[in-house]
Structure formats: C-alpha cells, structure tokens
C-alpha cells in the first residue's frame, strides 16, 4: 500500500483500526458467545436448540454490524480532529474508510458463520474460503491500486469484492445443506464427514430469545472487551505518537503493526477452531479433555511466536523497504521491530486462555485476562513509557502488558486447577469419578 499511497495513506488506515476493532469486537461478543452455547447444546445431544442459537446469532450479527456501519458515517470528522491529522492524511481516511464501512459488517458476518463451520466439525471449508478470500484480495489489491490507480479506494474496494466473493461461497454452504440431505437423521459425528455443505446447523426461521441473546452476550463479552480494548488502545497508541512523533512515527507503528496484526489473526483462529471442541467437550462433561485441548493450543501459539520473532529477526530490514521508501521511517521499524514483537511469546497463551474460559462459561475470568491486556495495564504503558524512553517507549508498551497479564492469567489457571484438585480428592474419598 505504501508503495502507492505513501506514508499519509499507511497513516490513514492505521487512524481508523478503532473502528475495526468495534466491528471485531461486537461481532465476535455476539459470535464466540452464541457458538460457545450452540457447542454445549450440541455436546449434550440438543441438536435443535443448537440450531436455533446458529440462526439468532447469525441475524444478530448482521442486524447490529449493519447500524455500527450507519452510525460511524457521521463519526470521521471529530475523530480525525481529535488525532490532528493533516489534510492529506485525512483526504486517504475518507476515501479508504467510506468503502470499508461496507465490506466491515460483510467480513463480520463471515467470520460468525466460520465459527459455526467450525462448531460442527469442518474447518476444511472455511480455510479453503479464507484462502480464496486472502488470494483475491492481494490479486484485487493490485489491478485496482496499481493497475487502476484507484489509490486508497482501490483497495478498500479490494476488500470488499473479496469479502464479498467469501460470503457468497459460505451462502452455498448452508443453503441446501442440512435440508438438502436430511438434517434430522445427520448426528453431529456423522458431520465432520462432510466437507461441501452444512449437516449440523441451518439457515431458517427461529423464534428471537431475549434470554438467549443476553446469555450470549455475557459469554462472549470478554471478546467484546478484548477487541474494544484493543481499539482504545490503538486510538490512545495514533494520539501520543502523531503528538510526539508525527506522521512518520504513526507510518511506522503501522508497518510494525502489520506482523502483530498477522500473528493475532494466527491466534483467534486457534482460539475459534478450539473454541467449540472446548464448549463440545465440556457440554459432554469431557473437562479433563477440554483442558488438554487448552494446553495444546497454548503450545500451538507459543512456537508459533516463536517462529514469527524468527523470521522478523532475519528479514526485518528488506521487510522496512516492502512498504515504504522513507528512510526516517524505516530506521525506526528496525529499531522497535525485535522490542514490540517479543510480546510475541506471552500474548498467545494470554488470548487462547481468555478464549478458553469463553468456552466454558467462565466469562469473569476471560473477561478479566482481555481487560488487562487490552485496556488497563496497556494504557498505563501507553501515556507513560514513551514519556519516560520515546519511540523506544512506545515499543515496550505491548511486552510489558502481556508480561504482567501473564500473571494474572496463571492466577485463574492456578484457581481452576485446585478447584480441579479438590473435586478429585472428594470424590476419590467418596469413591466416585473426577467429573
């Protein structure tokens, strides 16, 4: 992008993450919380219940990511007033955001129902539509920016097609699906079988459940917090450093932030593709299980920070040029890449934890990890460190909070591992089985 818009237009779209993270952040609340409780209701044989959770999410989703779209029309203007950011960058917001208002609640919608693909056992699909998705856009990206010179419209609307060509695919998924090929006699094993249509879960008319919606919401509000948090944080990260650093210092952030955006994208698809094995298995009463499913994915994300810091490690030079030909920015991509990116190593295992207690119902626990990590201890790092150290501040933030979230996250683990404990001796006093 930088390549053909420069650092304003890099500035620019990393100026309204916020309002991605909004999206991100009510759509998974109402998605992660909704499969979690479909998950259980499937682990404990309610197969019809189940569906009616798929199809009350789905129709949430789309309806509250619809009004977000319409209310931030009118939000542009004071936002980039309060960032102070100058004429041109604001010339790249307007064009880029305006289109992304459309393709915004579309991805929303696509991500909830690969949740629900995923809750009934074929992830196949919904990778194979991520890829076409991932190859358009790069392919779009470049005849509508290079080829049409439609700048930041160009790719805006890259993501849309793109996004859009996804929906359609996952539309032919549940449509003549699980009604198509008998969807009373299809138990949830015989599900993971297929890799074209939907078995388990239906598109159809349901009766809305307040009670429902409200018991979804409070199971996936630590996502909510999560990604909201995350959005306050990148509105106070774009307010400190176009004050301190200016445009050059918001275009690096952004070109850093690039690799972190990747490596979360690694993390919450972990976190969704275990997520209703999780609820499943602790529906079943499986709670050995599902905690063995934890442990997995933690180790799962771990090595693969652990891989991301590598690569970065030995390609961060050629990776500063990729975007930009500025050399000012690019010296502090270097200098702040290996400093940010050691986050790396805790903030895996901190999201997947979170995502773990979604699954099981525990959303204080979950709710807790997310607001550490993404609002109050990362704010007090954000207004302080790069005081204290600058630019250099601004790349310690992340590390700092994902090490002090660490311990917190142990903190719930600890408790629910003696609660785990004490439950075992009673039983072995009393004769019984651990669950």
């Not at 979804?216 to 301190?244: D, R």
């Not at 050629?318 to 270097?334: C, D, G, H, K």
Request: include cysteine; charged fraction near 10%; glycine fraction near 12%.
């Amino acid at each position: 992008m930088g390549n053909y818009v420069g650092k304003e237009g890099i500035a620019a779209v990393n100026l309204g993450l916020p309002m991605i993270y909004l999206y991100l952040g009510v759509g998974l609340m109402i998605s992660i919380g909704g499969v979690a409780v479909a998950g259980m209701a499937l682990g404990s044989g309610d197969t019809d219940f189940a569906n009616q959770v798929f199809r009350q999410t789905i129709t949430t989703t789309v309806i509250v990511s619809g009004l977000i779209s319409i209310i931030l029309v009118f939000c542009f203007s004071p936002m980039l007033s309060v960032l102070r950011a100058d004429e041109i960058t604001k010339g790249y917001f307007r064009e880029y955001y305006r289109i992304m208002l459309l393709e915004l609640p579309v991805m929303v919608v696509n991500s909830s129902f690969g949740m629900f693909i995923r809750g009934e056992g074929n992830p196949g699909f919904f990778m194979k539509v991520t890829v076409i998705n991932v190859l358009l856009n790069v392919a779009f990206d470049y005849i509508f920016s290079a080829v049409l010179s439609l700048g930041a419209a160009g790719i805006a609307m890259a993501s849309l097609v793109s996004a859009l060509v996804s929906f359609v695919c996952i539309l032919y998924y549940f449509l003549g699906g699980a009604d198509a090929c008998g969807y009373e006699k299809v138990s949830f094993q015989q599900a993971k079988l297929s890799f074209q249509r939907a078995k388990v879960y239906r598109l159809g008319k349901f009766h809305f459940s307040f009670k429902l919606c409200i018991r979804g919401i409070l199971n996936g509000s630590s996502e909510f917090i999560g990604e909201m948090s995350t959005g306050i944080a990148m509105f106070a990260y774009n307010f400190v450093i176009m004050k301190k650093f200016g445009v050059d210092g918001v275009t690096a952030f952004t070109i850093v932030g690039y690799v972190s955006y990747l490596f979360s994208m690694v993390i919450v698809g972990f976190g969704q593709g275990s997520s209703p094995l999780i609820s499943f298995c602790y529906g079943a009463e499986e709670k050995t299980l599902a905690a063995a499913i934890r442990k997995r994915t933690n180790r799962y994300v771990f090595l693969a920070g652990a891989a991301v810091v590598l690569v970065m490690a030995l390609f961060s030079e050629p990776y500063s040029r990729v975007f930009v030909r500025n050399e000012s920015v690019q010296t502090m991509i270097r200098a702040g890449m290996m400093i940010f990116m050691t986050s790396f190593f805790f903030s895996g295992i901190n999201s997947i934890t979170s995502f773990y207690f979604t699954a099981t119902g525990r959303a204080f626990a979950s709710a807790a990890i997310s607001f550490s990590r993404g609002l109050f201890v990362l704010l007090i790092c954000i207004f302080t460190l790069p005081v204290l150290f600058g630019m250099t501040g601004v790349w310690m933030a992340a590390p700092v909070t994902e090490v002090v979230t660490i311990g917190i996250t142990a903190g719930f683990l600890y408790r629910e591992n003696w609660a785990g404990g004490k439950i075992y001796r009673e039983n072995q006093a009393g004769g019984g089985n651990l669950y």
